[in-house]
């Protein structure tokens, strides 16, 4: 069985940072499309960013541009979201997940096939 495990969340003053790990088991991350969700309080899940498989291509939403940055460590079969600079509108539970494709293809959640149990990110003073 598949899983994807998110860890790193917690509570964070605004302007500062919090590493995100999605770790996988029972398949390889570098062969899947992988990106994070966040989902606000009383809203949907809105994707932030996503790594590519084949080439390693990043793609970060302009809201968190410049602020957040996807990476992965293949020999760890982990995908890390490094999130700086954060503000109270990031808070949320943030999510990761994969796609049955090497190619970040957007972020539609209902074309990812795999799911993590998310990690609560929150910022406030």
């Known amino acids: 069985q598949v899983q994807l495990v998110e860890s790193g969340g917690g509570l964070v003053q605004p302007g500062g940072s919090l590493r995100l790990s999605c770790a996988a088991s029972?398949?390889?991350?570098?062969?899947?499309?992988i990106a994070w969700f966040r989902q606000a309080p009383g809203k949907g899940r809105v994707g932030i960013s996503c790594?590519?498989?084949?080439?390693?291509?990043?793609y970060t939403v302009d809201s968190v541009k410049g602020r957040f940055t996807i990476s992965r460590d293949n020999a760890k079969n982990t995908v890390y979201l490094q999130m700086n600079s954060l503000k109270p509108e990031d808070t949320g539970v943030y999510y990761c997940?994969?796609?049955?494709?090497?190619?970040?293809?957007?972020?539609?959640?209902?074309?990812?096939?795999?799911w993590g149990q998310g990690t609560q990110v929150t910022v406030s003073s």
């Open positions: 029972r398949f390889t991350l570098d062969r899947y499309a």
């Open positions: 790594i590519s498989a084949r080439d390693g291509r990043t």
């Open positions: 997940a994969a796609d049955d494709s090497p190619y970040c293809l957007g972020y539609d959640p209902y074309e990812y096939d795999w």
